[in-house]
């Protein structure tokens, strides 16, 4: 088990109207966009930035963020503005910072 670790949690998958430019077919390519987040022994820290993955599901080609086109990073960046952080991905440092006031408003 790792103690420190990067994970993604998937934030939409939306349709995009981009040309495929491996098999060229158009209206078959899905814009997948995830939040990235640091764990501590499995548990959420906090949220870093979002990542996204262009899938063609005719020839299931996939353009990971750094080799999109700048047509898909714009459509990325149209999906990407239509999601949110999950506030979850605070669930360790909000404990972590509960542990901390707590201990010290009682002196432990
Ligand atoms: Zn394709």
């Known amino acids: 088990m790792t103690v420190y670790a990067t994970k993604l949690a998937k934030l ?3 349709p995009i109207e981009n ?3 491996k ?3 158009v209206h078959t390519m899905d814009m997948h966009v995830f939040q990235k987040y640091r764990t501590v022994l499995g548990m959420p820290l906090f949220p870093t930035n979002k990542t996204g993955v262009a899938l063609c599901t005719h020839c ?3 353009s990971k963020r750094r080799q999109m086109t700048p047509d898909l990073i714009k459509a990325f960046n149209k ?3 239509q999601t949110h ?3 979850w991905t605070w669930a360790g ?3 972590i910072g509960m542990v901390i006031a707590y201990s010290l408003y009682f002196h432990i």
């Open 12 to 14: 939409k998958v939306e």
């Open 19 to 21: 040309e495929c430019a």
């Open 23 to 25: 098999c060229g077919t």
């Open 60 to 62: 299931m080609t996939a």
């Open 79 to 81: 999906v990407k503005s």
């Open 85 to 87: 952080m999950p506030l």
């Open 93 to 95: 440092s909000l404990l």
